[in-house]
C-alpha cells in the first residue's frame, strides 16, 4: 500500500509510516517519560539539590502561569537536566551513524556502509573524563565548570547535524511538569525508595521496576 503524493514526490509505504509512528512513540514518549522517572527519583534521594531547584521555581514564576518565557532562563533547572541526562542517558543505545566513505583514525579503519554506535552510557560514565563519575552532581554543569566539559563527552541526544530535533522540546515538557507539581508539593523518599535503580533496555533504558518516591504537599504553597 502506498501514499501517493499530489506533487509527484516520492510516497511513503505503509511499512514506513509504522516505522516513523513508533519512532515518534520511542523518541518523544518513552524518553520523555524517563527523564521525568530519573529526575524525581533523584531529587527525592538529593533534597539539598530540590530545595534549591524549588527556590529557583519561587524566584522565577511564583504564583504566576507557566509561560515559555519563564521557563526561558532557569540555569539551575538546566543543570539538574543536563546531570540527571548525564547517569541515565535514556536513549544512548540508539545513537549509530553509517560511514558515507572510508575513514581512518589512527590504527582504527571504518569502511564505508559500516553501522557505528556510539557507547553513550560509557562516555558518560568514563572515570577519566567524569570525576566520581557515579555521583550526582548538578554543579558539573554551572557556567564555571561547563566550560572545562570535554567536546563530545556529553552528547544524551546524540551530535552534530544528526543529533535529536527534539531536545529543546523534551527539555520543555520535563520542565512544566517538574514546575507544576514542585510549585505545591515536594518529592520524598519511600520505604519503597531505592537506592540504586536497576535498568532495563527497551529502546530507552528505563528504570526496570518503575520509580517509588512519596509526594508531599507544602504547607506553604506558592
Same mark, same amino acid.
Given at each position: ?9 516520492? !510516497? ?6 509504522? $516505522? ?10 518513552? %524518553? %520523555?517519560?524517563?527523564?521525568? $522517572? ?24 511564583? +504564583?504566576?502561569?507557566? &509561560? ?21 542517558? %535514556?536513549?544512548?543505545?540508539?545513537? &549509530?551513524? +553509517? $560511514? ?8 582504527? +579503519? ?16 568514563? %572515570?577519566?573524563?567524569?570525576?566520581? $563519575? ?15 566539559? +570535554? !567536546? ?21 515538557? &520535563? ?48
Amino acid at each position: 500500500m502506498l501514499f501517493v503524493d499530489k506533487k509527484g514526490k516520492k !510516497p511513503m509505504s505503509e511499512r514506513e509510516i509504522v $516505522a516513523q509512528s513508533l519512532t515518534f512513540l520511542l523518541a518523544g514518549y518513552e %524518553t %520523555t517519560s524517563a527523564v521525568l $522517572a530519573f529526575l524525581t527519583h533523584l531529587l527525592a534521594r538529593h533534597p539539598d539539590v530540590q530545595t534549591r531547584l524549588s527556590d529557583e521555581i519561587l524566584n522565577k514564576i511564583g +504564583k504566576e502561569e507557566i &509561560t515559555y518565557d519563564s521557563l526561558s532562563y532557569m540555569p539551575y533547572f538546566n543543570m539538574v537536566f543536563d546531570e540527571v541526562c548525564r547517569l541515565y542517558p %535514556t536513549a544512548s543505545l540508539i545513537v &549509530t551513524r +553509517k $560511514a558515507a566513505r572510508d575513514c581512518v583514525y589512527g590504527n582504527l +579503519k571504518i569502511p564505508a556502509g559500516m553501522n557505528v554506535q556510539v557507547d553513550v552510557w560509557g562516555l558518560h560514565h568514563d %572515570t577519566e573524563l567524569w570525576e566520581d $563519575a557515579k555521583k550526582f552532581d548538578p554543579e558539573r554543569f554551572s557556567s564555571t565548570n561547563k566550560d572545562k566539559i +570535554k !567536546p563530545f563527552s556529553f552528547i544524551p541526544f546524540g551530535a552534530g547535524p544528526r543529533s535529536c530535533i527534539g531536545a529543546r522540546f523534551a527539555m520543555l515538557e &520535563t520542565k512544566i511538569a517538574i514546575v507544576r507539581v514542585l510549585q505545591k508539593y515536594r518529592f520524598e523518599q519511600s520505604p519503597e525508595t531505592k537506592e540504586e535503580l536497576e535498568l532495563e533496555c527497551r529502546g530507552a533504558i528505563v528504570p526496570k521496576d518503575g520509580v517509588f518516591v512519596k509526594i508531599v504537599p507544602k504547607e506553604q504553597v506558592f
